[in-house]
């Protein structure tokens, strides 16, 4: 292979994405030049506290990259090696915002490389102005009506909007 070109590979980028966020788009469109395929996977647990559904996020993530044809969005459940070993995956991609990050993100790669170790975990670096991003914080502020445009795609906010007016209609009708 020489030095420089696509290395013709399909990478994992694994995530909650709870919501999708800015700095995650940025990973994806990194790692879109690096891989010849991305596939964000969507990790399918029932957390009590999630503002939308597995199905609903990777609606949201298809329509944000409905133009990008290298680009795939599906979901996995159980162990991440187990998703890629499924999709003969060369590579995991995951975010470093922080050094606050690295210890948790290090822990998992040796872990996963622990349990295949054929799979490479790939650490990238979001834009600076997307390192203070969260999808924890993006709920907190949106929640309490602080504004998120600019931080997550127009798409998500359009959902967030409409979950919240949803969320209002259920209240005020009493509804459980
Ligand atoms: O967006 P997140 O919540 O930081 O993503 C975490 C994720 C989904 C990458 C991680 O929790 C995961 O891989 N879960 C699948 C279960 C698994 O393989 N656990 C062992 C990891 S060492």
Redesign the pocket.
Known sequence: MTVGTPSGRLAVF?????PLTNGHVDIILRSALLFERIVV?V?V?QEKRALFTPPERIEIIRDVFCEYKNVEVDS????????ARRRRATA?V?GIRAVSDFE?EF???L??RH?EPSLETVFMMPAEQYTYLS?RLIKEVFSLGGTVSGLVPPVVEDWMRRKKTAESARRSTGEK
Do not use: C, K
């Open positions: 694994p995530g909650s994405f709870d996977a990790l647990n996995f459940d159980g162990l991440l090696v187990d998703y995991v995951r948790y822990q998992m790669a872990m996963n349990l999808s």
